[in-house]
């Protein structure tokens, strides 16, 4: 039974890991219809740039934060140089993202090498805390990272239904030309929104440098969790993106330890299931295609 | 087929058939054969974009399948298996790509666009991190290996260039094969499905049957250069199918274009030279970096890839233009 519930938190951990990479996803989608399948180069490049800052000062904080705001950057450039000239065909921008992943991933090869970076711990994280009731000591890190994404969720939301800027964002997503008509800088507030889902981007890729590991090929296995948990949840739906990471984590992590072979197995089937039932995803709007 | 596919078609068979009379052995294995396999593998991908308007990443892992069926009703270095009749066993693997395409396509039948885009992938990826995890059927990592193309009678298909005919014959099939396709009502249906889906079902068609069965038709095809990729490597694994090999095969489909099913060959070409004499340009490991750059450019200035470029380069030069109406004996429809 106590191997039950770590595994249960482990999943949890892992689905906070894969909320922080999807959400930023999926709140680039949901605004501007455009899937970033460079989304993974940007953790990736927040990761690497988080470790070389916090080499260089030898704190965590500004790490996180320069990869986080390098990430970010990137996304700017993204949405400035490519996705802004096309808006036309989505076909189009996602292969440009696909284009754009290959070259990233090629020239981040080239200037950090095949090695597995991984992020030094904030001494605050560091060790273990034991669990009431279950008796177990359990990583902090772990349980710090169920709450910043908590965090992370709570922020969004906040963001998105109490600001002015998420009245605009929701505005965007109901009727761009609408809002344009009415005079406001759709330009500027698409900026704005890549900008954040590059910063959550590098912050996903920061903190998962910290909890794990990354190297060439992390990338794509976030771009995939990202993918499998928006496609469950829902596109542009950040509610969607949770209950998403939620399941994959789960079943990533149940696999894992009850039937190892196949735990990719098990997110696959219920991308399937939840395909079959609802084409939009559990949160998704009606309007797939 | 219309007049201008006929003598397209004719043409490209010439060359082909040819072509080992000019040129070394070495442009016969390394790129010719490699050109075509790869062509035909993205021109599955490529006819489904065309006709259905449906971008599919999993065509790789259709093709892989069809390699690991062949693999598994083989003589293997894994043992894994069970040896069939040569026959049996190329019927089989094709007719087991057909099966997953039809799988496939069950599963994205009510998506589009980027959700088809993503859904594939995503099936593509989890069935590449399976077969590498699987050892009973997939044999892991290490995949299957030491499977050669047979022999036919006294005829080796292994040697360099019997294999390259084989693969002429199946890139002239599965070209035939398409343009024959876009002709049929079947064909008609698939256009009707890609330009408006829900008319299509006011019709009385069933739009997510004809997705399905685009699907499997295209896995076929794909099935076809599985099986050929895999005798050509002798091997199939994991890292055959990988992501790596999707792109690949995505951007051959992209920079020849979608218009016409040679884009995917003429893509192919311009891929796998550009992959040979890459080092004569650039670092050999930025490799990556240059193609993904040749596709950006492509896609950012001409979406309609190297065919579309070619057809705007005949339409602005009046001379061209009426050479090729002449050969091909047709009214310029505008």
Redesign the interface.
Known sequence: MTLFFVVTLNGLSLAALYFIAASGFSLVFGVMRVVNMAHGSLILLGAYVAFDIAEWSGSWVLGALAGSLAAALAGVLLQVLFFNRMAGSKDQQTLVSIAVSIIAADLMLAHWGGLTYQLNLPSLLEGSIGLPLLGVNYAKIRIVLIVAAIAVGVGLWLLIAKTNLGRLIRAGVDDQEMLHALGFNVKGLFIAVFALGGALAGFAGVVAATALSVAPGTDVQFLLAALIVVIVGGMGSIGGAAIGAILVGLSEQYGLVYAPTYGIVFTFIIMIGVLGLRPQGLFGRGDVG | MSRADIILLASVALLLFLLPAISSEFFISQIATRVLILGIIALSLAFLAQEIGI?SLAQVMIAGIAGYAIALMSQNSAGLGVEMPLVVAVVGAILAAGLAGILMGI?AQ??????????T???S??FT??AR??YQIFNGFDGLAGITAPTLGSIQLSETYHFYFLCVIGSLAVLMFTLYLRKTPLGLAFQALRDDRQRLAALGFRPQRTVVVAFGLVGLIAGVGGILLTWFNTRIAPTSIG?DVT?DV??VA?IGGIGHPIGAFIGALVFVLLETFASDLIDR?????L???V??IV??LS?GGLIGFGRRVVERIPMLQTIVDFITRTKREE
Do not use: E, K, W
């Open positions: 971008i599963v009510r998506s589009t666009g980027i959700y088809a885009i993503m859904i992938l995503a099936t990826v989890a991190l399976f995890q699987n992501l792109l995505l951007i992209i490991d930025r490799f990556n970096t193609i993904g750059a596709f950006l896609i950012l979406p």
